[in-house]
């Protein structure tokens, strides 16, 4: 396998693809996202066209890199490893149905929905369930109060929201961007290269992200409660209660349930790899990310967000929406961030260990720049150290990280 990743196939082989989609929106002549089974979702070439897309397609890839420009960490707490953060909020929407439809607080369906009603945006690009196969996903952008919340709740499964970003590029107005670290990247590094969406982002919304299962986890999760994924008519995957719990029911009238930790335990094994080498998983590169706020450890109560405010268009969004009453709450000491995710830090620290793990072993790395590593692995137990180094050697054999991803052959 080429360890050079100089085309989109070559990070696709080498297990790096976030299939976010920035990749097919730069190039939809030559690239389309498809559903991988056991994978995720993946940009493939368009039958009839030369593979091998590199150029702005590729430096816009967050599976090959990341990076924050110095100026961004200046003064930046934490030292940086944390990203950029001007305040700490913990809100929750004023609406009750959207507080106990949302995954934590119902938060980020309330800023975009506020953007949205208060004229400050045209619309709100969101992933939601698939109508006619709820264990998929698909792209909108969505234009009203309604659209906006009944896309709540978090999607533990492969999405492409870049992919859409035509629908930014193209509305009459800004809008608001919302998903996961590595799709709010790929947003940012894109507008920087076309002015056309730039002009268009008016707010992004990063979802605190700890990695994307794929289809089939979730299917498997379905048959482990005896239902059939054919049969399933809605699945949510936590929300009405923080955290709420992984639901379902089907076409014939069934409902199932379970946990949100045996849930999440049963998909996290099912990670692709890219997210398991990943430093961002707090939506870094966002206007305003927002999360779990685990430091509280009490459950079946009434939704909070953790909100980190990251850049002054994102502390205006928020302070507006307050103002305006969409939203609920007040600030916290910058410590309650690291207290909300305590296991962020050894895993970051750990991620120094891996990255070097595949240099040496000649395997496809992410390049990351200013987003600090090392430090938090000298922070690590002896154990921990070695473990970020020999687990990697493991899931290099176990993952087959040395040959690629799919046969491409078979698609």
């Known amino acids: 396998m080429n360890t050079r990743l100089n085309s989109i196939d070559a990070?696709?082989?080498a297990h790096l693809c976030t299939g976010c989609g920035v990749?097919?929106?730069l190039r939809p002549d030559a690239l389309r996202m498809q559903n991988i089974d056991g994978v995720g979702a993946r940009p493939l070439p368009i039958v009839g066209i030369t593979s091998g897309v590199a150029g702005d397609a590729l430096a816009a890839c967050p599976g090959r890199s990341l990076e924050h420009e110095k100026v961004s960490l200046e003064g930046a707490p934490f030292r940086g490893e944390w990203g950029p953060i001007l305040d700490l909020y913990e809100c929750w929407a004023s609406d009750p149905e959207v507080r106990h439809r949302g995954s934590s607080g119902g938060v980020v369906s309330a800023l975009a929905a506020h953007a949205v009603t208060s004229g400050a945006a045209v619309g709100a690009l969101q992933v939601q369930a698939r109508k006619d196969a709820p264990l998929l996903n698909e792209t909108l952008l969505n234009r009203?109060?309604?659209?906006?919340v009944s896309a709540a709740g978090s999607r533990y499964s492969p999405a492409s929201p870049c992919e859409r970003l035509d629908l930014v590029e193209a509305a009459e107005g800004p809008?608001?961007?919302?998903?996961?670290?590595?799709?709010?990247?790929?947003?940012?590094?894109?507008?920087?290269?076309?002015?056309?969406?730039a002009e268009k982002v008016g707010l992004t919304i990063g979802i605190f992200c700890a990695g994307t299962p794929s289809t089939a986890a979730t299917a498997d999760l379905v048959r482990g409660l005896g239902a059939d994924p054919a049969d399933v008519e809605r699945l949510d995957y936590r929300g009405e209660g923080w955290p709420g719990e992984f639901r379902l029911?089907?076409?014939?009238?069934?409902?199932?349930?379970?946990?949100y930790a045996e849930s999440w335990g049963s998909l996290t094994k099912r990670r692709q790899w890219r997210c398991m080498i990943c430093?961002?998983?707090?939506?870094e590169f966002a206007d305003l990310s927002v999360g779990d706020p685990w430091y509280r450890r009490t459950e079946g109560q009434d939704g909070r967000s953790l909100v980190v405010v990251r850049t002054e268009r994102g502390r205006a969004a928020l302070r507006q929406a307050i103002a305006d009453g969409a939203i609920e709450g007040g600030q916290l000491p910058l410590d309650k961030l690291p207290a909300s995710q305590p296991s962020l830090e050894s895993n970051r620290g750990a991620l120094w260990g891996r990255l070097v793990t595949l240099r040496l072993a000649r395997v496809g790395r992410p390049t990351y720049r200013g987003l600090p590593t090392f430090r938090l692995w000298l922070t690590l137990k002896l154990g921990q150290k070695l473990s970020s180094f020999a687990g990697t050697i493991r899931r290099i054999r176990v993952r087959s990280l040395r040959r690629p991803e799919f046969d491409r052959e078979q698609r």
């Open 144 to 148: 009203s109060y309604a659209e906006i």
């Open 249 to 259: 029911q089907t076409r014939s009238g069934d409902s199932h349930s379970l946990s």
């Open 11 to 13: 990070v696709v082989d």
């Open 23 to 25: 990749c097919a929106h």
């Open 279 to 283: 430093p961002d998983h707090t939506g």
């Open 175 to 197: 809008c608001v961007v919302v998903g996961k670290p590595c799709d709010i990247a790929a947003t940012r590094a894109a507008a920087d290269r076309r002015p056309e969406l």
